[in-house]
């Protein structure tokens, strides 16, 4: 298994929700997170408007967008955190070893969450 393959970083930027996720995550636990996370936003979610990660090459990274949706600081934020924590916890193996936060403006905040595999 090479170092790569233990490493995961999800970073979340909101508001809009936009959300990337960069290491070896199961294309399952992708499609679980496809229909769970528009509906934990604190909009509602529109049919008109589906949400789907995208798979990027360069570098290799899943890549999503809530572009319709709003994530509130008081709930919104802290569902979209559990429900990430729960699809990774679901799909095993991974432990959080550190997260942060940068604020770039009044409203918009980046969050960053860094997993390694457990062995």
């Known amino acids: 298994m090479s170092r790569t393959d233990q490493n995961l970083i999800i970073n979340v930027t909101v508001n809009p929700p936009e959300i990337s996720i960069v290491g070896p995550i199961k294309e399952n636990t992708i499609q679980k997170l496809n229909t769970i ?7 509602t979610n529109t049919a008109k408007t589906k949400f789907a990660f995208n798979r990027v090459e360069n570098p290799p990274h899943w890549s999503g967008k809530l572009s319709t949706h709003f994530a509130n600081e008081e709930i919104g934020q802290a569902q979209l955190f559990v429900t990430m924590l729960d699809a990774l916890e679901e799909e095993g193996g991974w432990k959080l070893k550190g997260s942060n936060a940068t604020n770039h403006d009044v409203d918009k905040v980046t969050y960053k969450f860094f997993f390694v595999r457990a062995l």
């Open 37 to 43: 996370l528009p509906t934990v936003c604190t909009t």
